[in-house]
């Protein structure tokens, strides 16, 4: 009975000790520098690949919410060029934020106009995926972003074939924060695990 017990006490001890590992982010990550986990200024920095003449980013705020604006947020080239040529507006984008719209590019390529609408074409866009902007935009595709209170939500290494990260993800309903482990390839490639547990935790809130 005293050895069952015994047994039980190491285990919760160990246990202990791994939850505590488990909410620290790994040796080797870095700060992620301030004001990565605004959306407009991860786009504001987006170097394509290739050497489009054109292009542009544009939040196109929803009709029917009179709060929400159009309004273009970064590109290249005389834009002017592309708001005097025609082109349907798409009905969604590469990146939702609520209340505000939806993100989407417009660029001219072999003087026709394309549009980037997903994460696929966004990829394609953007080409290969080596800042750490370009990274973190993938992440904010995928719902995640920094929260600069907590290291197990702001932290980052640069490897050989692109990010690894320390990030989290808000959740609305109930609210709560939950830390992930990501790494994200060149090649835009995106790998996400949650570490287990969760912070800021207020069951009685819900904002969906």
Not at 1 to 14: D, G, N, Q, S, T
Not at 59 to 84: C, S, V, W
Not at 188 to 199: D, I, P, R, V
């Amino acid at each position: 009975m005293f050895h069952k017990l015994k047994i039980r006490h190491y285990l919760f001890i160990l246990s202990l000790l791994l939850l505590s590992c488990n909410r620290k982010a790994e040796q080797g990550f870095e700060k992620i520098p301030p004001g990565l986990n605004v959306t407009e200024d991860l786009i504001k920095a987006i170097r394509p690949s290739k050497d489009y003449q054109y292009w542009a980013c544009i939040r196109q705020g929803y009709f029917h919410h009179p709060n929400t604006n159009t309004e273009i947020i970064a590109g290249k080239g005389d834009i002017a060029y592309l708001m005097n040529n025609k082109f349907d507006d798409p009905k969604s984008g590469f990146l939702y934020k609520m209340w505000q719209g939806y993100f989407y590019i417009a660029y001219v390529e072999n003087n026709h106009i394309k549009l980037v609408t997903n994460k696929a074409q966004l990829i394609k866009f953007i080409g290969t995926i080596d800042s750490i902007e370009e990274a973190l935009l993938i992440a904010d595709i995928n719902n995640l972003t920094v929260d600069y209170r907590r290291d197990i939500g702001s932290s980052y290494k640069k490897v050989k074939d692109g990010y690894e990260f320390y990030l989290v993800k808000f959740h609305k309903c109930t609210v709560r924060t939950e830390p992930f482990k990501v790494s994200i390839d060149t090649s835009g490639n995106y790998k996400a695990k949650s570490l287990g547990f969760f912070y800021d935790v207020d069951d009685s809130t819900c904002y969906d």
